[in-house]
């Protein structure tokens, strides 16, 4: 007989969970209990899984190519598109579990009853670019950043195209001519501002993603990766961006940073670890005349609010006293500010 361990990690559907050897009682008392949380209809999902991200991010992406492929056999005369082209490119992408399978039809053909957790585009015109991808017909990664680009919210569309455009997986220009074919869609301005927002300076989807909260809340962009240094021309650190008329040095990070090399046991101690090493960071980069901003890229994701808080309480601690280190920009070494201050 089944138990709750043996259901997969990812939503199922109720027939898997039948499948597997589970009663239709044993569910229902499992829903019941708060130990498998019912998704919609036919979906479930056991609760309180926890996962490291990337291994989560692979069952949820697995899941998701396994519910497209059933999508595309049932609805013909469709390809993967939007979330779901980007999930087949292997974009970095954040994805519910449960999100809806995208298609946009590209050919004019007959298609079976739409089914719950599928979303059909339709576009002007049928003269989609389509490509192949491991067996699976999708937009190609040009059309597929620029629908995102379109649909998603601006601080992701911004950390997927700049991790993208880093990796050469596409480039700026392939997915401008793109979006120069849809001029009346929905979204376009939007996506416009996303490219105008990209720099390869940046080292993380994190640092991209707070560009983009950072923008919708009307404050100046940090130069990003910048290198600081003593009044002995020692080098301090390498920030993750800097407001240089500002005096304020800003920190995004991801919570993998105080994860990394720990297991279940030492987990505690190398965060520790890793927060000790920080406050001694911070020290030598504030009592060179910076205030830092530090905030993680969850709490960009889920909370945009506090990196605002944090940008403008640190602005309004800095200036106090001069800085008194060098900044290396473009090969020379510096004082601040580096640029004319943005208009």
Same mark, same amino acid.
């Given at each position: 007989?089944?138990?709750?361990?043996?259901?997969?990690?990812?939503?199922?559907?109720? =027939?898997?969970?039948?499948?597997?050897?589970?009663?239709?009682?044993?569910?229902?008392?499992?829903?019941?209990?708060?130990?498998?949380?019912?998704?919609?209809?036919?979906?479930?999902?056991?609760?309180?899984?926890?996962?490291?991200?990337?291994?989560? !991010?692979?069952?949820? %992406?697995?899941?998701?190519?396994?519910?497209?492929?059933?999508?595309?056999?049932?609805?013909?005369?469709?390809?993967?598109?939007? +979330?779901?082209?980007?999930?087949? $490119?292997?974009?970095?992408?954040?994805?519910?579990?449960?999100?809806?399978?995208?298609?946009?039809?590209?050919?004019?053909?007959?298609?079976?009853?739409?089914?719950?957790?599928?979303?059909?585009?339709?576009?002007?015109?049928?003269?989609?670019?389509?490509?192949?991808?491991?067996?699976?017909?999708?937009?190609?990664?040009?059309?597929?950043?620029?629908?995102?680009?379109?649909?998603?919210?601006?601080?992701?569309?911004?950390?997927?195209?700049?991790? =993208?455009?880093?990796?050469?997986?596409?480039?700026?220009?392939?997915?401008?001519?793109?979006?120069?074919?849809?001029?009346? !869609?929905?979204? %376009?301005?939007?996506?416009?501002?996303?490219?105008?927002?990209?720099?390869?300076?940046?080292?993380? !989807?994190?640092?991209a993603y707070s560009a983009g909260v950072i923008h919708l809340a009307e404050l100046p962009q940090p130069i990003p990766q910048v290198e600081l240094?003593?009044?002995?021309?020692?080098?301090?650190?390498?920030?993750?961006?800097?407001?240089? $008329?500002?005096?304020?040095?800003?920190e995004c990070d991801g919570q993998g940073k105080y994860r990394l090399g720990a297991t279940a046991e030492t987990g505690e101690q190398v965060a520790?670890?890793?927060? =000790?090493?920080?406050?001694?960071?911070?020290?030598?980069?504030?009592?060179?005349?910076?205030?830092?901003?530090?905030?993680?890229?969850?709490?960009?994701?889920?909370?945009?609010?506090?990196?605002?808080?944090?940008?403008?309480?640190?602005?309004?601690? +800095?200036?106090?006293?001069?800085?008194?280190? !060098?900044?290396?920009?473009?090969?020379?070494?510096?004082?601040l500010p580096l640029l004319p201050r943005a208009e």
């Amino acid at each position: 007989m089944a138990t709750l361990t043996d259901l997969p990690l990812t939503p199922f559907r109720y =027939a898997d969970a039948l499948g597997l050897g589970l009663s239709r009682q044993q569910l229902r008392h499992l829903v019941g209990s708060g130990r498998v949380v019912r998704l919609r209809r036919g979906w479930y999902a056991a609760a309180g899984v926890a996962l490291p991200d990337g291994e989560r !991010w692979e069952l949820t %992406r697995r899941h998701h190519l396994q519910r497209l492929g059933e999508a595309l056999l049932d609805h013909p005369g469709c390809v993967a598109s939007h +979330a779901s082209g980007g999930v087949v $490119h292997d974009l970095p992408l954040v994805i519910s579990p449960h999100a809806d399978v995208e298609l946009v039809r590209v050919e004019d053909a007959p298609s079976s009853r739409r089914l719950p957790g599928v979303t059909i585009h339709h576009t002007d015109t049928i003269d989609v670019p389509v490509t192949t991808v491991d067996g699976m017909r999708t937009t190609t990664i040009a059309q597929t950043c620029a629908d995102i680009l379109r649909t998603r919210r601006l601080p992701h569309a911004l950390a997927m195209l700049d991790e =993208a455009v880093r990796a050469s997986t596409v480039t700026p220009r392939e997915v401008r001519a793109v979006l120069d074919t849809q001029r009346r !869609w929905v979204g %376009r301005p939007r996506a416009l501002q996303v490219i105008d927002l990209l720099d390869g300076r940046r080292e993380s !989807w994190g640092e991209a993603y707070s560009a983009g909260v950072i923008h919708l809340a009307e404050l100046p962009q940090p130069i990003p990766q910048v290198e600081l240094y003593d009044e002995e021309f020692r080098f301090v650190a390498r920030l993750d961006g800097l407001l240089d $008329h500002e005096q304020v040095a800003t920190e995004c990070d991801g919570q993998g940073k105080y994860r990394l090399g720990a297991t279940a046991e030492t987990g505690e101690q190398v965060a520790r670890s890793v927060l =000790a090493a920080e406050a001694v960071r911070q020290g030598r980069i504030e009592r060179l005349g910076l205030e830092v901003a530090r905030w993680m890229t969850e709490e960009a994701m889920h909370t945009p609010e506090v990196v605002a808080q944090r940008i403008n309480a640190a602005r309004s601690r +800095a200036l106090s006293r001069p800085f008194t280190g !060098w900044v290396r920009w473009e090969g020379e070494f510096r004082r601040l500010p580096l640029l004319p201050r943005a208009e």
